[in-house]
């Protein structure tokens, strides 16, 4: 049977689905918490009132192509297919610019839009597009972009302490920090990618895409998935200092990391439990418990760090119990991380800035390109 003439997939509709079912526990718990800094989202709105949120939009309807049932019609129906999957009741605007490189952000923080480059257009079929579209819809519901920006504010205010002597260290751990959720970010909109589009297959040919190009003529799925898992626990303690020095200021994982992660969200029943209708409703994200979140992203990185196959993990563990203790230190660092902005805001709401009590968390954000910009290149 011709490709034309294949039938369509049948897509499962998520009916009001909350974006806590695709968020990786470290990411949910970070976006409980800051969610609870009430009225905290406005005062960073009302900073980056000066960067001109629609100035910045005004350069890609100059420069790119608007998406809509007249332009790019074949795009704007995966766009609206992968948006009806996760139902989402407005759909962002969507661009294409010109470049040669696979690449893909969600843009803005009132009205977040999204970018796709042609090399995107060009290079996906449709199901590897509807879940790269997917992908940035799901940095939109999670709400990033507003987070994100948080997270940048409060670490330049670090930077004030930069003169004493223990600064420079506190501010290169918060950023290191606030780097290591960045990249959890991106697994939790690799989750939101493959729930719009429900065909894995499609979900690891966009990663493999992002590693080697468009052509997978000569690309073996299982294949990279050995890659991945030599990646993960070959070689020995340089390998794994090279890892670190590799990954610890970037912002995304590297896409056979997030291939790996993706499918191992697969093969925890967890993937299958949402198509089931085990998920939250964003009806019940008012109720949302930071300290049980913080729980789980705690138990996160327990569990991965029992079973990770790395040699330096391996050594750690040989040491001690240090697969207990790293979930007590990443939830005991969580929890001071909040208490901490929770002063911040308090700070800023005496200062005479629009932090209003009454105000909740936005989550209808998107990974700002300025600031901030999250694409789906590795």
């Known amino acids: 049977m011709a490709a034309a003439d294949a039938p369509a997939r049948r897509r499962i509709t998520l009916t009001g689905i909350s974006s806590r079912a695709w968020e990786h526990p470290a990411d949910r718990g970070a976006l409980v918490a800051l969610r609870e800094l009430r009225g ?57 610019t010109q470049s040669p490189w696979l690449r893909a952000e969600a843009v803005g923080l009132d009205r977040p839009f999204i970018v796709l480059s042609s090399a995107c257009v060009q290079q996906l079929d449709d199901d590897e597009l509807r879940c790269l579209l997917g992908h940035e819809l799901g940095h939109v519901g999670s709400g990033h972009a507003v987070y994100k920006t948080i997270l940048m504010i409060l670490t ?23 780097l290591e959720w960045w990249r959890k970010a991106e697994l939790s909109a690799d989750r939101a ?3 719009a589009g429900q065909d894995p297959a499609a979900a690891l040919r966009l990663l493999m895409k992002l590693a080697g190009g468009g052509d997978l003529s000569q690309v ?16 020995d303690l340089r390998d794994s200092l090279h890892k670190l020095r590799m990954t610890a200021w970037s912002t995304h994982p590297v896409p056979v990391a997030r291939a790996a992660a993706l499918r191992q969200w697969i093969d925890s029943g967890a993937y299958g439990r ?28 327990r569990e991965a760090f029992g079973r990770s196959t790395d040699p330096l993990v391996g050594l750690l563990r040989r040491l001690g119990d240090g697969a207990a203790d790293i979930g007590g230190w990443v939830g005991g660092t969580a929890g001071r991380a909040r208490s901490w902005m929770d002063t911040a805001a308090e700070a800023a709401r005496r200062a005479g800035r629009p932090a209003d009590d009454g105000g909740g968390g936005a989550t209808n954000g998107a990974d700002a390109a300025a600031p901030g910009s999250a694409g789906t290149t590795g």
């Open 40 to 96: 905290f989202d406005d005062v960073v709105k009302t900073f980056f009132g000066m960067w001109n949120e629609r100035g910045f939009r005004l350069s890609y309807l100059a420069a790119g192509i608007r998406v809509d049932h007249r332009q790019y019609p074949a795009v704007f129906q995966r766009y609206t297919e992968a948006a009806a999957t996760l139902d989402v009741a407005e759909l962002p605007e969507l661009y294409v």
């Open 156 to 178: 330049r205010w670090a930077a004030n302490l930069s003169w004493l002597p223990v600064g420079a260290f506190a501010l290169r751990a918060i950023i290191a920090a606030m």
């Open 193 to 195: 990618g493959l729930l």
């Open 220 to 235: 073996d799925t299982t294949a990279f998935l050995e890659q991945a898992a030599e990646y993960a626990g070959g070689g």
């Open 274 to 301: 949402v198509l089931a209708g085990e998920y939250p409703r964003r009806a019940d994200d008012g109720s949302a418990r930071v300290s049980e979140e913080i729980r789980a992203a705690a138990e996160s990185y």
